[in-house]
């Protein structure tokens, strides 16, 4: 800790302010597309047709009213954002105004924008429109949303703002070096990548994955829950329920029971299981074509240390994820996806598009729509820099989860038979089952768990039947907890939950507590130096800046390919074992399921 | 390694056991009063009421009035707090036993709450906030006010900028 105390000692830098003297001039201006405005008239009909159709069906005229009311006031609403709203760029802010009777002005300074996203839907593409997403590099997410600008107009926007905002971050940075001089290691590199972003526009753009039709096309067909069947399969035994309930209201449903009756049982559980593939497959061509038309032509491009996602048939996203704010990247492989081996790659970042209340329908998470698990395992670097050179010694988790689960499944089983008992009788019983099919859960859950601390990551793996592969960098832990159920503590045992800013907290289930210590011991470490790190950068630097924690950042040659591309993985590492299919992991392979240690 | 995994050593204010039971004291007779009193009459009005069900209400009542007594000093034996180097440490509960570690720069503010009733016992929460979602909130409750407004002191003066 002697690090800190230097810092405690040093004075702070208030955050300083390099903005140019002719902040006035303004470099591009514009309003939005008039188009905008069918647009607006079409949602507005959209939404009162409901309304309207059910007034005239009733024969209630204040729907009619009602819906009237609505309408005008949607495109009173539309007209008046239409002709209220101005953007402004200037060369260190973009302004955006707007509001008739409350008259806002929102100011985002540049070097607080990360870049600028566009989405448009298939009507906006038809009139050339689209929707222009401000994104800012502070956690914030989306920052200001422009719907919508022409096409040209918005690429132009883009280009100017990005060019604005290399001066003035190139401008902060020559203040910087002036305060600070060479200065320490950790602020130069706080420079480095800084200036990488902001070079953004310049820099080539590196192709890290382009998902092949067959990839989208398996993602559709393998989009199958387990608990898929049993909610299925409960709807059809509620429906057969139903219908037998229905014989007895009325003739024709008695005619149906009695159509139902000719079968034997047999005969009438084939049926079921017919109709139970008929609603399956239902799902999964809508799950199929949905995902084709979701992610066609899916594209993750990396330029400086900003990661470009390009996709969509029908609505067209562009979605920018700066590497510095990833948070944990996650390899899921449900039941079938890891049968055939495939996976699904999705990052948590701070911020991030969720934080706008955009639903996981948009896919904000997923960068890797599928792929092979070994093009996922080589791709990783790309997304977290420096995990090729980590060494993970990958570690179980204790055997004694096996019997946790087994008491957890006795205490379920007891619970259910005794509050059965005066109803079902001896039939009751049937509910120990819950102790064998627990701690089978258990052992399955043994198999696919493994956890690693490296240098800079945490890396953990889950699942019972899937399995799931999560990489955290230790640098953005934010704080570190241990917990013991009262069975835990019975075994010994403990469950460490990491959080970190913004994104869901990961849980390492069932270490025993001196490995759980320990392993909090030394996060809490990391932690405590990773902050300190921060703190200092955001004191040396502006306080607007992302932070910049990974030293190694600037090490990443502009020039060549990104990580993924550049290391193909042909040596396994690690001391592990390494099977065939496990090379190409990072850090060495985690143990697999089907060889436990 | 294992040095830093010590255990935090510093208790609460004993004193926080009596306002635990004081201010839990009061809602849990209450609730039972409004059980017994008032709801068992009721109850009793329905014809399938019968004194098994009676001995249950009663089983309930006197369980729930037992943990509001013996909770506190249970949770008072267990809570320990205290700093390792740039950590803030602490160590809580009676059937679920938690242990968490938030590094003193990853604070992003500290508040110090204090109810009408801890006023009156001379005690404060401090509340640690960092960033995140979900779980970014650590209470510290029942410090004497004097050693609440130490730790702040400490926490902002570790954080060394003066923005909490």
Not at chain 1, 238 to 261: H, I, K, N, P
Not at chain 1, 295 to 307: A, D, I, K, P, W
Not at chain 1, 550 to 569: F, I, K, M, N, T
Not at chain 1, 577 to 593: F, I, K, N, T
Request: charged residues 20%.
């Amino acid at each position: 800790m002697t690090a800190d105390s230097e810092i405690s000692e040093q004075p702070i830098e208030p955050a300083t302010d390099v903005r140019p003297v002719d902040s006035e001039v303004v470099l591009a201006r514009g309003h939005l597309h008039p188009a905008i405005l069918l647009l607006r008239l079409l949602d507005a009909m959209r939404q009162s047709v409901v309304t309207v159709v059910a007034g005239l069906a009733l024969g209630l005229p204040w729907l009619l009213a009602i819906a009237a009311g609505m309408f005008l006031l949607q495109l009173g609403y539309a007209l008046a954002r239409y002709l209220t709203l101005e953007y402004r760029l200037t060369a260190t802010e973009l302004r955006v105004r707007e509001g008739l009777l409350h008259r806002q002005e929102r100011r985002i300074p540049l070097d607080r924008i990360q870049d600028l996203g566009f989405e448009s839907t298939i009507l906006r593409r038809a009139l050339g429109l689209t929707v222009v997403l401000v994104e800012t590099a502070s956690g914030s997410g989306v920052e200001a949303r422009l719907d919508a600008l022409s096409r040209s107009h918005a690429d132009h926007l883009r280009e100017v703002l990005l060019e604005a905002r290399r001066e003035i971050v190139a401008a902060q940075q020559a203040e910087d070096d002036a305060i600070t001089g060479p200065g320490t290691a950790d602020a130069s590199a706080a420079d480095n990548s800084t200036a990488t972003a902001s070079t953004a526009a310049d820099e080539p753009e590196w192709l890290v994955h382009r998902s092949t039709s067959k990839e989208l096309f398996l993602r559709g067909l393998t989009d199958l829950r387990l608990s898929a069947f049993v909610v299925t399969g409960f709807a059809l035994f509620e429906m057969a329920d139903y219908l037998g309930f229905l014989t007895q209201m009325s003739g024709v449903a008695r005619g149906v029971r009695d159509w139902f009756a000719q079968f034997d049982p047999v005969v009438l559980g084939l049926l079921l299981l017919v109709l139970l593939l008929v609603v399956i497959s239902f799902g999964v061509i809508t799950g199929t074509v949905g995902n084709l038309v979701q992610f066609h032509g899916f594209q993750l491009t990396l330029r400086g240390s900003v990661l470009h996602r390009r996709f969509g048939l029908l609505t067209t996203r562009q979605k920018t994820l700066p590497r510095d704010r990833i948070q944990r990247v996650t390899i899921e492989q449900p039941w079938l996806r890891r049968a055939t081996g495939y996976g699904v790659v999705k990052a948590d970042s701070a911020g991030g598009s969720r934080a706008q209340g955009e639903d996981t329908a948009g896919g904000w998470d997923v960068v890797v729509p599928l792929t092979r698990l070994e093009n996922a395992f080589a791709l990783l670097p790309a997304l977290l820099p420096g995990l090729e050179r980590e060494h993970l010694p990958w570690q179980r988790g204790s055997r004694r989860l096996v019997m946790r689960t087994t008491i957890v499944g006795v205490l379920i089983g007891l619970a259910g038979a005794a509050a059965l008992w005066s109803t079902a009788g001896s039939l009751a019983l049937l509910a120990l089952l819950t102790i064998p099919i627990w701690a089978l859960l258990g052992i399955l859950a043994f198999r696919n768990l493994a956890y690693a601390l490296g240098d800079r990551f945490l890396a953990l793996q889950h699942g019972i039947v899937g399995r799931y592969i999560a990489y955290l960098p230790t640098a953005k832990i934010q704080s570190v907890v241990v917990r013991q159920s009262p069975v835990e503590q019975l075994l010994g045992l403990a469950e460490l939950t990491v959080h970190v800013a913004g994104g869901s907290p990961t849980r390492l289930p069932d270490l025993t507590i001196e490995n759980a210590l320990e392993l909090r011991g030394e996060l809490a470490r990391i932690a405590a130096i990773a902050a300190a790190r921060d703190w200092q950068t955001r004191a040396n630097a502006t306080a607007t800046r992302p932070p910049a924690d990974r030293v190694g950042e600037s090490q990443l040659d502009p020039a060549a390919p990104p990580a993924g591309d550049r290391r193909p993985w042909t040596e396994p590492r690690g001391d592990g074992p390494a099977a065939d299919e496990d090379h190409d992991r990072p850090g060495g392979a985690p143990p697999d399921s089907s060889r436990p240690l | 390694m294992t040095s830093a995994v010590a255990t935090p050593t510093e208790r609460l204010a004993p004193r926080v056991i009596v306002y635990w039971l004081l201010a839990d004291g009061i809602s849990a007779t209450f609730l039972t009063g409004l059980a017994w009193f008032i709801g068992r009459p009721i109850a009793a009005e329905w014809d399938k009421w019968t004194p098994t069900y009676e001995w249950l209400l009663l089983a309930a009542c006197i369980a729930f009035l037992a943990v509001a007594v013996l909770s506190p000093p249970l949770a008072f034996v267990r809570w320990r707090f205290g700093f390792l180097d740039d950590l803030l440490l602490m160590r809580y509960g009676i059937l679920f036993v938690e242990e968490r570690a938030v590094p003193v720069r990853r604070m992003q503010h500290v508040d110090m709450t204090r109810g009408p009733i801890e006023r009156l016992f001379g005690l404060a929460t401090l509340v640690v906030f960092t960033a995140g979602n979900e779980g970014s909130a650590f209470r510290v409750p029942g410090l004497r006010l004097a050693r609440a407004q130490e730790l702040r002191d400490r926490i902002v003066e570790a954080r060394g900028d003066g923005r909490l």
